[in-house]
């Protein structure tokens, strides 16, 4: 550990003598910069400043690493919040959103849709620059007021299509048997390994949910585009448009390049410059890191520190990020990068909110497809017996234990295409015996107890461990349905209906009194303002938990419940990447006897 130190040491050392210089001429550039603009021309007031956003990747819900570079990194508060200063900023005219290769769910579409119109009804412009853009893409730009594209730009809107990969004839070929029990009729998490095509509970509640984000995406357009939502199905029908196709029939603006388009809008805005600042809302570096204690600033910056700021005052609203497939103790990464969510640093970001005097009222955000049934039961608890207020916040998903940790919230958001429900349980294991007869493994038992195989990763449950399994899962789902029903003040009879691994849109799950209002973590902070008793008209200071890992956080970890350094390991194959992350993450999931996982690893395909 000392040598480790040591050479921590170094290595900053080094950075300041390199980094720190560079930086201190870097800021007093912008000090003479500063100096020159103090003296505004008549011409210059004749310029029309526009923020310029790049809107692109996945826009993680939580905050990037604290530290030096950590605002380069974008996330979606970092986005939104850009958005609603540029709002309420008298200097700025308008926001230019440069939206690229979006890959993000419908919830998020929302979140970010809910931004831009706030803006509008400030009274700012919105436009939308696009170069190629499938149905996230667009769905972001039609909340704005203007939707430009180049000459050669392409439009895909082939509407919304859910494929299911099944994997019971590989193996079948390869000798292994998955043996899987589940709760509730659509609980189909494991169908992909026991069947060749859906079940029919599953298939008919996988068509109602398709039918829902297909309705939202015509919907949506029509009214955005001012188009009957007839004509949009048939628009969606056809799929594909070259740009001169989509603004014939009304799906786009103007079609321009870009300097084309700020010469017209510099006519229109009857302005002699039209100015795009692409840092606007970020925040600046302004420490001097040189110096005999610029190494000293520069170590505390690179941990996450603020040097000379003090700490907020004042009531607080907590917002709690709860991201990722749930399993029990740390929060980590798996060796291909897939996100997981530990149950233990859950519980201590709530608690350490619960404990914070200064914290008004909490905001729990969701954004997981479920995992472990004891790590969800375990947040469930902690949030239940939380006195202050807590308001859960779904995003794209927050299913079977996503939904689970939401119940005991003393109110529950949702986006309209929020995927939610699912409330059921799956437990199983996959038998590799016939895999390890074919490649020449041989074994040989020694056990004592009747159900000494259960975990054996060898053979499917003998009936006295089929019916042990299933005896536990049936208290587990109890478990569910009954919390669910006390949660939502629902009769067991009527909550059960609903249950039974069924998923839903937010829409639908709204009407089936699932969760009480439709709207994103904006409005869930506001209601939890107001829960508080805080002044609505008042901004509150957020507290963001659990506090991101720096770089130091993760390599000198304090304890048991920290994220673990070997786990931060991230490996990739190109072509590949997506589909390992996915088998380590549901490797990891079926260390656990019960799961409260999403009825099915589904690919919802906007393109």
Not at 13 to 18: I, K, N, T
Request: hydrophobic share 45%.
């Amino acid at each position: 550990m000392r040598v480790r130190f040591l050479l921590v040491l170094g290595l900053l050392a080094l950075m300041a003598c390199v980094v720190g210089p560079g930086l201190a001429q870097a800021l007093a550039k912008e000090s003479e910069k500063e100096k020159s603009s103090a003296s505004k021309t008549s011409d210059e007031e004749k310029t029309a400043k526009l923020a310029s956003i790049i809107v692109r990747g996945a826009l993680p819900e939580n905050q990037a690493t604290p530290g030096l570079f950590s605002e380069l990194q974008q996330d979606l508060p970092k986005l939104i919040a850009r958005l609603d200063k540029a709002a309420k900023d008298d200097a700025i005219v308008g926001v230019v959103l440069r939206i690229r290769s979006v890959s993000i769910g419908f919830g998020k579409v929302g979140e970010l849709r809910a931004a831009i119109e706030r803006t509008r009804k400030a009274g700012k412009k919105v436009y939308a620059l696009l170069e190629a853009a499938s149905a996230r893409e667009y769905l972001v730009a039609c909340a704005c007021d203007q939707i430009v594209m180049p000459p050669s730009g392409t439009i895909m809107l082939p509407g919304i299509r859910a494929e299911v990969s099944f994997y019971k004839g590989m193996l079948d070929k390869l000798g292994v048997q998955a043996d899987i029990l589940h709760m509730g009729e659509a609980k189909g998490a494991g169908e992909v390994l026991t069947r060749k095509n859906y079940s029919p509970a599953v298939k008919k509640n996988l068509t109602l949910l398709v039918d829902d984000l297909y309705d939202h995406l015509v919907a949506t357009i029509a009214a955005d585009r001012k188009l009957s939502e007839r004509r949009v199905q048939e628009l969606v029908d056809q799929g594909l448009f070259t740009v001169g196709e989509a603004e014939k029939f009304g799906l786009v603006d103007r079609v321009a390049y870009e300097d084309q388009w700020k010469d017209a809008l510099r006519e229109s805005l009857e302005v002699e410059k039209i100015a795009l600042v692409p840092t606007y809302g970020k925040k600046k570096v302004k420490h001097d890191f040189s110096g005999p204690m610029g190494m000293f600033k520069l170590m505390q910056v690179m941990m996450g520190g603020k040097p000379g700021k003090a700490g907020p005052k004042g009531k607080k609203i907590a917002v709690v990020y709860a991201v990722g497939p749930i399993t029990t103790g740390p929060s980590k990464q798996t060796a291909f990068g897939g996100r997981m969510l530990g149950s233990a640093t859950l519980v201590k970001a709530l608690r350490t909110a619960e404990q914070d005097e200064s914290v008004a009222a909490i905001v729990l955000r969701i954004n997981s497809p479920g995992g472990s049934a004891l790590a969800s039961d375990l947040i469930w608890r902690e949030v239940d017996r939380i006195e202050k207020p807590v308001i859960a916040s779904m995003g794209d998903v927050a299913a079977s234990g996503g939904y689970y940790i939401a119940m005991a919230a003393d109110k529950i958001y949702a986006e309209p295409a929020t995927v939610t429900g699912s409330i059921g349980v799956v437990g199983g294991k996959v038998a590799m015996a016939g895999l390890l007869d074919k490649i020449g493994v041989t074994r040989e038992v020694i056990s004592r107890g009747q159900n000494s195989g259960i975990f054996s990763q060898t053979t499917k449950f003998s009936e006295t461990e089929r019916q042990a399994l299933q005896a536990m899962m049936a208290n587990t789902y109890r478990q569910f349905t009954t919390k669910a029903a006390a949660g939502r003040k629902m009769e067991l009879a009527n909550l059960e209906k609903l249950a039974s691994g069924q998923v839903w849109s937010g829409t639908r799950a709204k009407r089936n009194g699932l969760v009480d209002e439709i709207g994103g973590l904006r409005d869930a902070v506001a209601s939890a303002k107001q829960a508080a008793g805080l002044d609505p008209d008042k901004p509150a200071e957020v507290l963001i938990l659990p506090k991101p890992k720096t770089f130091f956080d993760q390599l000198f970890r304090k304890d048991e419940e920290e994220v673990e350094l070997s786990a931060s390991l991230r490996l990739d194959v190109p072509g590949l990447g997506p589909a390992l992350r996915e088998a380590a993450v549901m490797a990891e999931m079926f260390r656990e006897p019960v799961l409260t996982l999403m009825p099915w690893q589904v690919s919802i395909q906007t393109d």
